[in-house]
């Protein structure tokens, strides 16, 4: 739990970093390397999922319909509002009891570790979306991007039957972070312009 608490801090701070960096105008209109998804969808998704389901989830609570369905992006410090909330989030997950047990119920249920490794994944990925989409790098240690990577190997089945990935994009010799996002079906070399 030590290390992948450690890893899950660094890549919160990583993501706090790069929301930082993300400009009012781009929200407007910018394209992502999730097609379907402009830059606000994907920053409400990441700003949700990755934030507040990341503390609920370390709690097992369900988010209320009122985080949802609203628009982080609506407010102008929203970077601030969600570094203040990961850090809630990587404290919640902090406890040696929230990476014991399940989470979910009946067939949805996981173990703990499990999906505290799927919304590290899910930081570093659409951290990665962000950053791509607004001129940043998104930068982890060798150490974290082997456990992202590790991680996507385990899900990148399932999420593409869910249509969370789409196919494996070929980057021959990728190692760490660019393995990883390759195999979630993302261009390490995707870039906005």
């Given at each position: ?31 992502t ?19 507040h ?17 609203r ?7 929203w970077?601030e ?49 962000v ?25 990148a ?37």
């Open positions: 739990m030590k290390t992948e608490h450690a890893h899950m801090t660094e890549c919160a701070a990583e993501a706090a970093r790069v929301a930082r960096g993300v400009t009012a105008p781009q929200l407007e209109a910018t394209a390397p999730c097609a379907e998804w402009d830059l606000r969808t994907l920053v409400n998704h990441w700003v949700l999922y990755t934030s389901g990341m503390e609920h989830r370390a709690r097992r609570t369900e988010l209320p319909e009122e985080l949802i369905a628009d982080f992006t609506a407010d102008a410090d970077a509002r969600y570094a203040a909330q990961l850090d809630r989030a990587v404290a919640a997950w902090s406890d040696p009891s929230a990476w014991e047990g399940t989470i979910g119920e009946g067939d949805s249920a996981s173990p703990a570790a499990d999906t505290a490794a799927m919304l590290v994944e899910e930081i570093v990925l659409h951290g990665w979306d950053a791509r989409a607004t001129g940043q790098e998104f930068r982890i240690s060798e150490e974290a991007a082997a456990y992202v990577l590790a991680t996507v190997e385990k899900t089945a399932l999420y593409r039957q869910y249509e969370g990935f789409t196919e494996e994009v070929d980057v021959p010799g990728a190692t760490g972070l660019a393995r990883a996002l390759a195999l979630s079906g993302r261009d390490p070399q995707w870039s906005a312009g």
